[in-house]
Structures are given as C-alpha cells and as structure tokens.
C-alpha cells in the first residue's frame, strides 16, 4: 500500500492497527499461541533501532566505525566467532560498505531472537535503494521491518521522492551487481559457487520510467508491503508457510 502526505511512523501505526484488527476478527484475542510460544500483540509493540538491537545482542556500537571497513568486519566476525563458518565469513568479507556488514550481523545473530513484535527502525541508506534519508540521522533512512516470531513480516518506509538522490542510488545499484556478477563469473570452484553465478547471471538496468516520473513530481508518501500469508501462519498457529498458501504450487496434485 501506499499513502501520500505520510511517512513511515504513519505506516507503523497503520500496520498495527491491521494486525490487531485481524487478530480479533480471527481468535477474539490478542494473547496468542503459535507453536508452544506465546505471542502479545497488545500494544504498544517495541520499537527499536538496528543499531541499538545490534548492540544490545552482540555489544558492537556500529557508530563507533566511521568509515573504517576493514574494523567494522574483523570486529563483527570476532563478536559472532564464525571462523568455522566459511559461508558467513565469506559473506561479511565480501560487504562493500559498513551498512551492508551492520545488516549482516543484524540478520545472522539478531532475526531470529526477535519473537514478540518489533519494529526494527533506520536501516543503512545502502541497502534501501527506495527509502528516504533520516531526517535526523546521516546514513540512514526512514525505514522500518516488523518482526513477529523472528520472522519478517512488513517492510515499509518514507518513499525517495528526490529524483537526483533516487538515480544516484539506482545507479551504485547497478555497479554493486556488475561488479559481483563480474567477479563471480571469474570464480571457478563449488556447485555452491556455480549457483551463485547463475543466480546474478542476470541484467540489472535504470528504470528510466519510473525516474522520469519522480522528475515530473511526487508528493511526499510512504509505503508498507505486509506478508500476508506469514500473518496467517500466525493467526492460525499453522507452522509452515504451505499449509496457508491459496494456491500451494509446490504441493503434490491429490487425485481422488
């Protein structure tokens, strides 16, 4: 969804309020049991930033990097002791920037914990192409997941409605892949490795549509994308995603 003349705390507020509606119109209750874990969805829900969660968990201040990369990682696989790890060392190896290796380690050490329902606030500008920079806060922008059972259920932030600023990032975008797909393609050595290269095998290209239109003018707006098929496993206390999926491709067809 999408509303003008908002931003990303309207989208918050919104996105509880249909959570707890569908909540109440589904068990009459906001106290809920999905798989043995109690969940509350009364409110007010936690609100908290990357950073902070980050901190509370692992006790690394990504503030405290500046732009040193090359500590930012040494420090981050040291605090998740991954040296075994060859997967998840190679990935906070291969980060370009210190947003990308925050967001990392949020993901590895953080996702998972967060059972009852958080909004995680103020990604790095670097991996939210289409979020609007913080008002208050440089590198970061007016972006917010919410979590529930430590899985992801709404994306949402202030929509980029600079033109300039929306191209700039469109187009690192655009570099960033060139530049993996280039080196993954030099790469000979696992299947692993293989897929990789076939899964960023593709072309990444501007949308020169949608940047003419923001040169033409956009107001200023938020958006919010909620998963809904996650927000009836939590409903309906189902534990996997296939028993609530209306059309469940991936089942085998029963022939009576």
């Known amino acids: 969804m999408y509303e003008a003349y908002s931003d990303y705390e309207n989208m918050i507020n919104m996105t509880e309020d249909i959570i707890v509606s569908c909540a109440l119109a589904v068990n009459d209750k ?7 874990l109690e969940i509350c969805l009364e409110r007010p829900w936690r609100r908290e930033t990357m950073h902070n969660l980050v901190k509370e968990v692992t006790g ?11 500590t930012a990682k040494e420090v981050a696989m040291r605090a998740l002791n991954i040296d075994g790890d060859n997967k998840v060392t190679s990935t906070i190896e291969e980060c370009p920037t210190i947003g990308h290796v925050l967001n990392e380690v949020f993901e590895i050490a953080v996702e998972h914990r967060l059972l009852q329902p958080t909004f995680v606030l ?24 919410l979590f529930i059972c430590g899985r992801e259920m709404a994306n949402a ?26 080196l993954l393609s030099d790469t000979i050595g696992s299947k692993e490795i293989r897929r990789s290269v076939d899964d960023d095998a ?11 239109a923001l040169e033409y003018g956009m107001p200023p707006a938020s958006g919010m994308g909620l998963g809904i098929d996650r927000l009836v ?10 028993d609530v999926i209306a059309f469940p491709v991936l089942k085998s067809q029963q022939l009576s």
């Open 30 to 36: 906001l106290i809920l049991d999905y798989q043995g």
């Open 60 to 70: 690394i201040d990504f503030n405290d990097f500046s732009d040193d990369l090359t």
């Open 122 to 145: 103020d990604y790095p500008i670097e991996i939210s192409p289409f979020a609007k920079p913080h008002r208050r806060r440089a590198g970061l922008t007016e972006r917010f997941e």
């Open 157 to 182: 932030f202030s929509e980029l409605t600079d033109p300039l600023d929306q191209r700039e990032r469109l187009e690192e975008q655009v570099r960033q892949h060139n530049k993996k797909k280039t």
């Open 202 to 212: 593709y072309d990444v290209t501007l949308d020169e549509d949608f940047l003419t």
């Open 233 to 242: 496993m939590l409903l309906t206390n189902s534990a996997s995603i296939r």
